[in-house]
T-cell receptor
Framework: GEDVEQSLFLSVREGDSSVINCTYT??????LYWYKQEPGAGLQLLTY?????DMKQDQRLTVLLNKKDKHLSLRIADTQTGDSAIYFC?????????????FGSGTQLTVLP | DVKVTQSSRYLVKRTGEKVFLECVQD?????MFWYRQDPGLGLRLIYF???????EKGDIPEGYSVSREKKERFSLILESASTNQTSMYLC?????????FGPGTRLTVT
């Protein structure tokens, strides 16, 4: 099946930028997503990008997509302690059931004061 | 705002018990999903439903069943709970290409 890979941990200092990376294998991906999960909570949709886009910016969040390398990143500018959470990358393919998302294992972001 | 609710935040059950996890969404979404979340494994799809009474198996359906009698409600059933089903269970509903999640149910089977 299709696969989505993320590193498990990232630590940054408050005020710095964070970059969370993700790679995927499905060349037919149509949408790629970033979700945030705070402790004890469900997943919150942060942003998503359509596969024919290279970049999407939304306030402090910038998503970059390199479709050739199947690489997605999420940059958080001016990272705050409230950004500490698990961040999940997910992709939606065009093959199989297009309703399904495939998730990575999540990156635990720790923001140090 | 989309609202997805799950019947319990925490649940403790004994091995062999029948367990029902309920999920309700208030946005008339056709597609609903059940995932389990385990550390280091991310989210794995158990079952999903694209309409009332319709269901499809996800990646890990063994040991689970589902019920969708009404559009707003999607239930996950563990016919005979086992300790390896101890996990966080997340429900989601989908509009177009956006999935919205409930707060999760942390199930412990002893």
């Amino acid at each position: 099946g299709e696969d989505v890979e993320q590193s498990l941990f990232l630590s940054v200092r408050e005020g710095d930028s964070s970059v969370i990376n993700c790679t995927y294998t499905d060349s037919s991906s149509t949408y790629l997503y970033w979700y945030k999960q705070e402790p004890g909570a469900g997943l919150q949709l942060l942003t998503y990008i359509f596969s024919n886009m290279d970049m999407k910016q939304d306030q402090r969040l910038t998503v970059l997509l390199n479709k050739k390398d199947k690489h997605l990143s999420l940059r958080i500018a001016d990272t705050q302690t409230g950004d500490s959470a698990i961040y999940f990358c997910a992709e939606r393919g065009a093959s199989g059931s297009a309703r399904q998302l495939t998730f990575g294992s999540g990156t635990q972001l720790t923001v140090l004061p | 705002d989309v609202k997805v609710t799950q019947s319990s935040r925490y649940l403790v059950k004994r091995t062999g018990e029948k367990v029902f996890l309920e999920c309700v969404q208030d946005m008339d979404h056709e597609n609903m999903f059940w995932y389990r979340q385990d550390p280091g494994l991310g989210l794995r799809l158990i079952y999903f439903s694209y309409d009332v009474k319709m269901k499809e198996k996800g990646d890990i359906p063994e040991g689970y069943s589902v019920s969708r009698e009404k559009k707003e409600r999607f239930s996950l059933i563990l016919e005979s709970a086992s300790t390896n089903q101890t996990s966080m269970y997340l429900c989601a509903s989908m509009r177009a290409y956006e999935q919205y999640f409930g707060p999760g149910t942390r199930l412990t089977v002893t």
